[in-house]
């Protein structure tokens, strides 16, 4: 990979629960995760069950150094990182972080209670590699790597979340998952954090038909995305964090309506790359 290489690829797309099965096959039952690349450098978006593919993939070809970005803790973007096989393995350094905790909590906290009894029979003190927890607020602008920006923005989410813009090589990919759009409104903090930027990862878990049925639950619309999209002139819209009862053909019939509505629109599905 050259230094210049800026692409996305989808681990997992799938909201609130893994739903294997060949009614999701084409698109994938696996939990959030995605993978962006950086030239050399690797930023992992969510840990859910997506990672433990990944990670089947990056032990394959060598050592990893990476970092993981939480939008937040909820079970369906955790659950795969007690199965992320590079965090065993020595000479590997994974750098976990995340920017939506309060009170006592922090991110090292946080992943203790995920791997601690009576839930899962051994602690994260059994990872081999070299894994360091890290705590920003969101809003904050990271640096992680040599040449990366890292914008983040609160999102509208129970127990909060964050978004993400990650800036590299004069092009941006953002990452806005797990937030309920304001009704009446575009979400400002949102619009700020995608401005201008090539590709959106969007939260499209109802559609606009379905969401009052849903409000105050955290997510949002393929509808709103495209909203968004056309007000912040951002090129392409990925639409994630699929309802776990959306079937391959529900989600071909939103991927022909969205790209009428918004030509940039595309369903993510796993295995899919986006370069912006």
Known sequence: MTDSEFFVRFWGVRGSIACPGPETAAYGGNTSCIAVHCGPHLLVFDAGTGLRKLGLELAAAGTT????????????????????????LPGNRLRIWSGHLEDSMNTESAMRHLMNAPVFPVSVDVFG?????????????????????????????????TGYRVDYNGKSICYVTDTEHRPDRPDED?????EGAEVMIYDSMFTDDEYPDFAGWGHSTWQEG?????????RTLAIFHHLPERAD????????????????????????TLAP
């Open 129 to 161: 590699s070299g894994v360091s927890f890290h705590d920003f607020s969101a809003g904050d602008t990271l640096a992680p790597r040599p040449g990366i920006r890292l914008r983040t923005a609160a999102l509208n989410h129970p127990q909060n979340a």
């Open 249 to 272: 053909a529900d989600l071909d019939r939103i991927a022909l309506e969205a790209r009428e509505t918004f030509a940039g629109a595309v369903v993510a599905r796993e295995g899919m």
């Open 226 to 234: 495209t909203r968004l999209c056309r007000s912040a002139g951002v």
């Open 65 to 88: 150094d990476a970092d993981l970005f939480l939008s937040h803790t909820h079970i369906d973007h955790i659950e795969g990182l007690p199965f992320f096989r590079p965090a065993y």
């Open 190 to 194: 949102i619009l700020a954090l995608i």
